[in-house]
């Protein structure tokens, strides 16, 4: 079968795969071997779009344990992520099949090379907790950035021969911050700071088609103030699991939902004050 799945070099030895539910994988391809970071949904070969760029070993690893991020694991041998995150994929690259599923026929993919059952039952492939901080591929460099936020084991990459950060899911166009594993805003705050103190100048997203500049980022971290929060951010309800999710854009184009409840409490007091909660 075709692997559907499009590739784009973003920059020299760096792949940014796209599956059709519109999922990113990244490809790191040294001289020596490749690091590929997340397997996405999983509906598409992911394995076949690597052989196709490049014949080198590689390893796996994964920015963090969701469903978007993890599903196309069963793939591989093994898969490599923080130990923090093995309930986290355990639940969602395990248990969302059925949601993954649901999302694909409604958006009319064709799905013809599975037996639902199949996708359903194919789990989450072999879990390896990541003890690596440092991967060496020949003229290129991974280096591991642990960042609880988004989930508790959270990871980017950074890629210093081309100051290039692979931020996960801690930062993204649209960022969300407000899954039940979701940690504290201060935390998240902490996890933008650690990646801004890399000397990135762009930043590959899991949910973004093409780098973007550092400065876009900056402005985003700029942007969550708590003045802001209290006076432009609103309550979304129906997006996060029962939990009481804000949202607002936190610099032009841009946008952040976050779970009201984690916010510092002087934050949250401003917030709820201007904003309450419906219901
Ligand atoms: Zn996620």
Same mark, same amino acid.
């Given at each position: 079968?075709?692997?559907r799945?499009?590739?784009r070099?973003? @920059?020299?030895?760096?792949?940014h795969?796209?599956?059709?539910?519109?999922m990113?994988?990244?490809?790191?391809?040294?001289?020596?071997?490749a690091l590929l970071f997340d397997t996405g949904?999983g509906?598409?070969d992911l &394995?076949?779009?690597?052989a196709?760029?490049?014949?080198?070993?590689?390893?796996v690893?994964?920015?963090?344990?969701h469903?978007?991020?993890?599903?196309g694991s069963?793939?591989?041998?093994? *898969?490599l992520?923080?130990e923090?995150e093995?309930? *986290?994929?355990? %639940?969602y690259?395990?248990?969302f =099949? %059925?949601r993954? $599923?649901d999302?694909?026929?409604? &958006?009319?993919?064709d @799905?013809?090379?599975? =037996?639902?059952?199949d996708f359903?039952s194919?789990?989450?492939?072999?879990?390896?907790a990541?003890?690596?901080?440092?991967?060496?591929l020949?003229?290129l460099?991974?280096q591991?950035?642990?960042?609880p936020?988004?989930t508790?084991?959270?990871?980017?990459?950074?890629?210093p021969e081309?100051?290039?950060?692979?931020?996960?899911?801690?930062?993204?166009?649209?960022? $969300?911050?407000?899954f039940p594993? /979701?940690q504290?805003?201060a935390?998240?705050?902490s996890a933008?700071?650690k990646?801004l103190?890399l000397p990135? =100048?762009?930043?590959l997203?899991s949910?973004g088609?093409a780098p973007l500049? =550092?400065?876009r980022?900056?402005?985003?971290y700029?942007?969550?103030?708590?003045?802001?929060?209290?006076?432009?951010? @609103?309550p979304?309800?129906?997006?996060?699991f029962? /939990?009481r999710?804000?949202?607002? /854009?936190?610099?032009e184009?841009?946008w952040?939902?976050?779970?009201g409840? &984690?916010?510092?409490p002087?934050?949250r007091e401003?917030?709820?004050k201007?904003?309450?909660?419906?219901g």
């Amino acid at each position: 079968m075709d692997c559907r799945i499009t590739a784009r070099q973003v @920059l020299p030895g760096i792949f940014h795969l796209s599956d059709r539910m519109g999922m990113h994988s990244t490809l790191i391809v040294g001289e020596r071997e490749a690091l590929l970071f997340d397997t996405g949904y999983g509906l598409d070969d992911l &394995k076949k779009a690597v052989a196709e760029i490049t014949p080198l070993p590689y390893q796996v690893i994964l920015s963090h344990g969701h469903h978007d991020h993890a599903c196309g694991s069963f793939q591989f041998d093994q *898969v490599l992520l923080d130990e923090r995150e093995f309930p *986290v994929c355990e %639940k969602y690259a395990g248990s969302f =099949r %059925k949601r993954v $599923w649901d999302q694909a026929t409604a &958006k009319g993919l064709d @799905l013809s090379d599975w =037996r639902e059952e199949d996708f359903l039952s194919r789990g989450y492939g072999h879990m390896q907790a990541l003890e690596q901080e440092v991967f060496h591929l020949g003229h290129l460099t991974a280096q591991v950035i642990r960042m609880p936020a988004h989930t508790p084991g959270s990871i980017g990459l950074y890629i210093p021969e081309r100051q290039l950060l692979l931020s996960g899911n801690n930062f993204n166009p649209t960022t $969300w911050l407000f899954f039940p594993e /979701a940690q504290p805003m201060a935390d998240f705050l902490s996890a933008m700071e650690k990646m801004l103190a890399l000397p990135f =100048r762009q930043v590959l997203c899991s949910h973004g088609d093409a780098p973007l500049d =550092r400065a876009r980022m900056e402005d985003f971290y700029r942007g969550i103030t708590m003045e802001n929060i209290a006076a432009h951010a @609103l309550p979304q309800p129906g997006l996060g699991f029962g /939990a009481r999710v804000y949202g607002f /854009a936190p610099a032009e184009g841009m946008w952040f939902c976050f779970d009201g409840d &984690k916010l510092p409490p002087a934050w949250r007091e401003a917030l709820m004050k201007n904003h309450p909660f419906p219901g």
